[in-house]
């Protein structure tokens, strides 16, 4: 339940601070913060607003497709698993945004955070 309040409460802008991909070193993980303190998760236009900070995200902290078979592969599959697990907490944070308004610090915590490696 704390992991649910913790997701469900974060930040409202997005703050995509993440290394290029080729910026880290191997291993080393690359990360973004998504921030939706601004967002009002209960509407679709806020839903939206969301994915698509999710999505500049993904492609943040994961690099764009280049056109390059042996690249692409691995930027692809660091895009899907890095999204898959944005939207398990994506989803946590809709399903539970109201409830979190009426607890403590409304404010607090309203942040997905990505990591990929």
Known sequence: MNTLKTLAAATIAITAAALPLG??????AR????SYEDLNLSSQAGQDIL???IENAVEAV?????GRPTFD???R????QTRLTA??????AVASYGRTQLAGN???????????R
């Open 23 to 28: 910026a880290a070193s191997a291993g080393e």
């Open 31 to 34: 990360t973004a913060t998504i």
């Open 51 to 53: 994915d698509r900070r």
């Open 62 to 66: 994961c690099g764009r497709l280049q």
């Open 73 to 75: 592969s691995a930027v």
């Open 77 to 80: 599959e660091c895009q899907t």
């Open 87 to 92: 939207m398990q907490s994506r989803d946590i």
């Open 106 to 116: 409304p404010r607090a915590s309203r942040q997905i955070r990505l990591v990929a």
